[in-house]
């Protein structure tokens, strides 16, 4: 493979060790260069661009003229992944549900002392999709909730050098990420700056594991936070049954940092509010998906009936239903669409209306159920 068909970040990687190859020959760079077939101006154009790099990871206060690299550990790629955290494990299955994720076995994980990073490739000519990469950081901030382990976060995008192999973890996004975590007060996984730079406008898909708040924020002002946070309640709120209030309250047991947790209560208590209308969008899609197939029954595939049943089984379970009760009797009078009451005010009778007619649920559960 040539460097011109490297991403992004593996010229980065390949320029590194290139360099300390150069380095360690005892050549002069251009008899280096004249070795490797290398123009000995991307040479210095690649040198350069890393020592910003490495410039940019240095604590100013405490290191002048060198590097220090951390080693962490390293686990083998299977078909999932296990995060450890203070001895816990976490296990992520890499096959998401999720339609638009981005490419699941290419997610890495590395963590030392109390730290540890989660990440995946993406091509610096796309505009990617969030979604599924969210999804893993919010099933990771849950699950250390319910073993009572607190976390603080960051989500940063840029070039940088994620080296498994050497240990080697370099580049602008992990500065961010470092810098910006110190300046929250609150358990929680905030965006940085730099992704809604790169990212511009979220994909509305995106949206169902980003929330806008900034209630977290230790100062008004700050260079490496973006008003988003992930909304790691979104998944709690599907999967837990859990009291999430009563669980972080029990883990306030350190008075110096009651600030952090009621922080992190006041969140949760602002996200409730904000989940509301997004479950009522969210079962109002998968309704007007029921209906479509419904329509279609005549000529479903198999795939496309059990998808129908799966759908079905869902819309029908108890947990949904008493969602979209309680979304009905909410005393707020917003609505994510006013079309959605009616149509939730319908489906809690029982119906739902295909080309003006009334279908029973119970009908279709026993068609597809």
């Not at 192999?165 to 975590?181: Q, T, Y």
């Not at 511009?200 to 900034?214: A, H, I, S, T, W």
Request: glycine share 4%.
């Amino acid at each position: 493979m040539t460097v011109q068909e490297l991403t992004e970040n593996e010229k980065y990687k390949f320029w590194y060790f290139k360099i300390k190859e150069c380095k360690e020959s005892g050549l002069s760079v251009k008899d280096f260069c004249d070795k490797n077939n290398i123009k000995p101006s991307t040479y210095y154009n690649y040198q350069q661009k890393i020592r910003n790099i490495l410039c940019d990871q240095i604590n100013e206060n405490n290191y002048k003229n060198e590097v220090s690299f951390v080693s962490v550990e390293k686990q083998p790629h299977n078909n999932e992944k296990i995060i450890i955290i203070k001895g816990i494990s976490i296990k992520i299955e890499l096959d998401s549900d999720t339609p638009y994720h981005l490419v699941n076995h290419e997610l890495g994980h590395a963590f030392f002392s109390d730290t540890f990073l989660v990440w995946l490739y993406i091509s610096p000519l796309s505009k990617p999709l969030l979604g599924g990469f969210l999804k893993k950081c919010s099933i990771i901030f849950c699950e250390a909730l319910k073993r009572g382990i607190p976390l603080r976060g960051t989500i940063s995008m840029g070039s940088a050098i994620m080296d498994e192999e050497n240990r080697i973890f370099l580049g602008k996004p992990l500065v961010e990420a470092a810098k910006a975590v110190l300046r929250q007060k609150w358990l929680g996984v905030a965006i940085g700056k730099s992704v809604v730079d790169t990212i511009g406008q979220f994909n509305p898909k995106d949206m169902e594991y980003l929330l806008p708040y900034r209630n977290h924020m230790k100062y008004e002002c700050d260079p490496f936070l973006s008003d988003f946070v992930l909304n790691w309640f979104s998944y709690w709120n599907k999967f837990e049954n859990n009291d999430i209030e009563k669980i972080i309250e029990d883990m306030n047991t350190d008075i110096s940092f009651d600030d952090y947790y009621k922080n992190t209560l006041l969140y949760v208590k602002h996200v409730k509010k904000h989940c509301i209308i997004w479950n009522e969008h969210l079962i109002c899609a998968d309704i007007a998906q029921l209906k479509r197939l419904y329509k279609m029954r005549t000529n479903l595939d198999e795939e496309r009936k059990c998808f129908m049943c799966e759908g079905i089984k869902l819309l029908t379970s108890n947990k949904i239903l008493k969602n979209i009760e309680y979304i009905i009797k909410k005393n707020e009078g917003v609505w994510f669409d006013p079309n959605d009451k009616d149509i939730l005010l319908m489906y809690n009778n029982g119906f739902i209306e295909v080309d003006d007619t009334k279908i029973s649920l119970d009908y279709l559960k026993k068609l597809y159920g």
